[in-house]
């Protein structure tokens, strides 16, 4: 699309997700659930100190969540709610594609914690010191925060002169190329990359990682159960890695055709993803069940006193 002497886009309009305008309620009950799911989890490690060395990659999903959702819920209200201003649009798009990006290069830092703790025990206090692990995690937010900044700064320096509509409910860089008005060439070489380099090979070490793991587990013959149990305390993180990779690779391989279904798996990845996270984390990691146990207890025991 040539720009011409068109004027510049100012505002954007989010065209939403297509037969929802009658679910507002079913959204904001979604949204409310996953906020008090994480909410309650993160209050229970707060609360104990043996949780504190736990990831807290879920609680990423919940700030994902509340990238977009509140905008959906928005233009559920009202067409008003739809609009979105150039720097706003901006602004969602680096926030969206700075959490999820963090979120999986922590992905990938904790599946190589756990191959650690699994394939060498006696070296994981060693290598997984303190200082080590602040560097993986400023390493996470960093990388994160880079690559979110090179998307959003190479979709936001090309003109925008025509439609302001974005077929889509979030600010997503495939649909707002869509209505640039210049070559969109280098952008779509970087989203490639980004999925063929960067993406893939995070889910290539967490596979390594985890076929280590497994060979390391299958090795043995004798009952030594607490091996066996860390093993099981990573079903957790790789139900999470399903729920997470799945639905972007969806999204982002068919990232240039339209199709109903992309919205719909969406909508999967940022509300329902976050929704569920909480509870599989809780119900595979039996410290945080305890916790809750003695956080429930604690509230209990306080209450009565109170009356008494």
Known sequence: MEAGNQTPVTEFVLEGLSNTRELPSLFFLLYLFTLLGNALTLLTVLCDPRLHALP?????????????????????????????????????LYAFHFLASTERFLY????????????????????????????LAAGTWLTGSLCATIHTTLTFRLPYCGPNR??????DIPSVLKLACADTAANKAVI???????????????????AYIASAVLKIHTAQGRLRAQFSTCSAHLSLLLL??????????????????????SVFYTMFTPLLNPFIYTLRNKEMKKALRRLAYGSALSQNGTKS
């Open 56 to 92: 807290m990659y879920c609680f990423l999903d919940a700030c994902l969540s509340s990238v977009a959702v509140p905008k959906i819920l928005a233009g559920l209200a009202g067409p008003g709610g739809r609009t979105i201003s150039f720097g706003g649009c901006a602004v969602q």
């Open 108 to 135: 990938t830092v904790m599946a190589y914690d756990r191959f650690l703790a699994i394939c060498h025990p006696l070296r994981y206090t060693v290598v997984m010191s303190r200082r080590a692990c602040m560097g």
């Open 166 to 171: 974005v077929e889509y409910f979030v600010c």
């Open 192 to 210: 490639l990359a980004n999925i063929g380099v960067v993406a893939a090979g995070c889910f290539l070490l967490i596979c390594i990682s985890y």
């Open 244 to 265: 997470f990779y799945a639905p972007l690779l969806f999204v982002y391989v068919r990232s240039y055709s339209s199709h109903v279904s992309d919205g719909a798996v």
